[in-house]
């Protein structure tokens, strides 16, 4: 049987409850809201017929969701040609990722297939790290400006530099869409966790600086100047420009499975606990039974709002 029809007729849902659901290609709310592919609709707002090529990218899409999960997730043979999905046994998911890890990873797919939970989940992520992602790029943005006045254009250039690819990579968080938004958000709060924690010991002297500079004079202007050589590269740019970028770009990544993704973030983050204090808190809201948070109707989220106003 040709690879398309097998998975026509044997494809049944996404949500671990056992669930009935439509034929994958008449599934349009799954299509959008878990694969994350947009359909084209007509005037009256329903989705016109799929062209050959979409559905194919819906395939496509289908797969590479199947491919990821396989670790944690198993088909299971139902009644006639009907596929059911369901996790992994306790035992073996528990020696995969560890008894709390494994919890994380259960709670992450519930999210990643129930489109409510998975902007509700971004919205949480965002509130847990949007002020610190405002100071560092507040911080940025002041040292792009002012360190050329101040008489260093090099490290002014850097800042620029640094703050660029800071906007980029904060504003990429905006094209994710379906399960793969899920992924990439968890990913984007271990990398920024991670970046906090090498830069906190820049931003909050830096902040300090600021205040003494308004009432020091030239005297402590000349401190300061001193203090923001020594550091700003070291403390600050080189962390953002040389390291953090990649680890987004591994994190926020589906390229591999959930079990790769689970190993690197422990690798690159340091350690299953550092991954467990970061996903605990913001996961611990989204248990086993899915809860209806929709967004009012034609409003914006308020990471869409920081995105759609340039991050200003």
Sequence with gaps: MPEMKLIMESWRGYLIEDMVRKPLFEDYEYITGVLGVPLPIDESGTPTPLTEELRQQILHEQMLFEGF???????????????????????????????????????????????????????????????????????LQQLAQKLGEWGMPTFGDMASKALEQFNKIIESLGSLSGWKKAVGYAGFALAFRWLWDKVADFIEPYKEWMEKIQTGGAAVMDEFKSWLQDTVKEKLTSFIETHFKGIVDKLVSVATGIKPWWDAAVKIVGGVGFVIDVLRAPMGRFGRRPVAMRQTPGGTSQLEEFLLRGLS
């Design 69 to 139: 999960w396989d670790d944690a997730v198993q088909k299971v043979k139902q009644a006639g040609t009907a596929i059911g999905a369901r996790f992994l046994d306790a035992v073996e998911g528990i020696k995969k990722f560890g008894e709390e890890g494994w919890r994380i990873i259960q709670q992450l797919y519930r999210v990643a297939t129930n489109p409510d939970l998975n902007d509700k989940f971004a919205g949480t992520i965002w509130r847990y790290t949007k002020k610190k992602v405002s100071d560092v790029k507040k911080v």
